[in-house]
Every structure is written in C-alpha cells, then in structure tokens.
C-alpha cells in the first residue's frame, strides 16, 4: 500500500497562506520518496507573522526567490494522486490551507482519499495526554524535528504504519474548482 504523508507550514492567519510543504511517500512502510518546498504566498498575504516564524524558523526573506504554490502543484499533485491514502495530522487545518490556496490560484478538480492521524491516534492511543503530533510520535517512538514540513509528513506516515490504519477513518478529500 502506497501512504503519502503531508504537511503545510504557513506564514500567517490568511487561509492559503502555505510557506513550506513536506511530502513523504510510503511504499509497505518503506519510505520511498520526500520532498520538501520552500513557498512564496500569493502577493494578497506576501508577509511572514512572527509568531509562525518563531514556530517554524521560516522567514520572510527565506521565501524571496521560492516560488509560487501553482509552480510546484504538478507534482505535488501527482504525489497526492498515486497514493492510496494521504496521512496528515490534524488534517482539518492543512486541507482548509490546501482547498484556500486551490482556490485562490483558481486550480482544477483533485480528489483523494485521506486519514488525518491526529483522529487515527486519539482512537488508537485514548490514553495519551495530548494527541500533539510531537506527543504521539514520542508515544510510538518516532524522533523527528517538530514544525519541519518534511518531518512533519514522514512523522504522520510513520504514526499511520505504527498505529496500523483505521479504514472507517478514512475520508475523502475533494476540490471542485468554482468559476464567477
């Protein structure tokens, strides 16, 4: 089975505000491929808050030269599309980002299956005190670099493999691309 881990770091509050992308792709539990984007925000919320920055260590002038979310959507998007389930934790706030910026550039349809490891977790792992995606990779003893985009996705591939997945929490994920 082919799992796809994903995460958004973003700049700001803006919906579709997405400054870092982590993708790690999962073959039978192997990792198989990763890549990670460094993204300029559309020009609307072209400006880094100092608290993400403090979070992620990501900077305005980090992103000068990036390019642009429609620049690297081909492959993320074929990515996203071979993979039999995209794992992402807390998966409500990276897909609100996702559909925000699909939106905002005005990109096509894409739908995909989905399983967002913080539900996977709090239903595999109840006694956990926080469900924190840091919190659960200790509890399956995972090390990673918490708020790396990159380590971020491997971290939620590995808790779906460690926890073994819950089809009835699998969901589905989809963008129609909406014309005025």
């Given at each position: ?138 509890a399956i003893h995972f090390p990673f670099q918490h708020h790396d985009a990159l380590e971020d996705a491997i971290a939620c591939v590995r808790i779906a493999n460690s926890l073994e997945m819950d089809q009835k929490l699998i969901h ?9």
């Open positions: 089975m082919r799992i796809t881990g994903l995460d958004f770091e973003t700049a700001n509050w803006c919906s579709g505000s997405i400054c870092s992308i982590g993708v790690a792709e999962t073959e039978d539990g192997i990792l198989t491929e990763k890549r990670e984007w460094l993204i300029r925000p559309h020009k609307s919320m072209d400006y880094m808050n100092s608290h993400f920055t403090a979070i992620h260590g990501i900077g305005y002038y980090d992103l000068r030269e990036c390019p642009e979310f429609p620049e690297v959507w081909p492959v993320l998007r074929d990515l996203l599309l071979r993979s039999d389930c995209v794992t992402i934790h807390n998966a409500r706030f990276d897909l609100h980002h996702l559909k925000a910026v699909l939106m905002l550039y005005q990109m096509p349809r894409i739908s995909f299956q989905y399983l967002c490891t913080l539900e996977l977790s709090r239903k595999k792992l109840p006694a956990l005190a926080s469900h924190s995606l840091d919190a659960v990779a200790t589905q994920f989809d963008f129609f691309e909406t014309k005025e």
